[in-house]
């Protein structure tokens, strides 16, 4: 089974900046569409980005223009860029494969945007 592990969280201020990393323990990024997702307190988790074996990405519209999707596949690592966050952006973030079927989640990275 694949283990996924997320870093790179923080409490940011509105319009800040920050880079999440998922590491996997072994190549799959090469193979599967890989995805950021989201929790925010009370609400279901969302898929916000995506990455598919050949490169093409896509966003959820509430990221579109501020938060970019990418992949090192030879450091088994994907990425999400994240620029000019709002408040809105607060959950806890977690990256997956796009199924069915997923991989066993990690404990994600939490993000929390405030002045």
């Known amino acids: 089974q694949v283990q996924l592990v997320e870093s790179g969280g923080g409490l940011v201020q509105p319009g800040g900046s920050l880079r999440l990393s998922c590491a996997a323990s072994?190549?799959?990024?090469?193979?599967?569409?890989m995805g950021w997702y989201r929790q925010a307190p009370g609400k279901q988790r969302e898929l916000v980005a995506h990455?598919?074996?050949?490169?093409?990405?896509n966003y959820v519209d509430s990221v579109k223009g501020r938060f970019t999707i990418s992949r090192d596949n030879a450091k088994n690592t994907v990425y999400l860029q994240m620029n000019s966050l709002k408040s809105e952006d607060t959950a806890r973030y977690y990256c997956?494969?796009?199924?069915?079927?997923?991989?066993?989640w990690g404990q994600g990275t939490q993000v929390t945007v405030s002045s």
């Open positions: 997956n494969r796009v199924g069915p079927p997923i991989f066993n």
């Open positions: 072994r190549n799959i990024f090469s193979i599967y569409t």
């Open positions: 990455i598919t074996s050949g490169g093409s990405t």
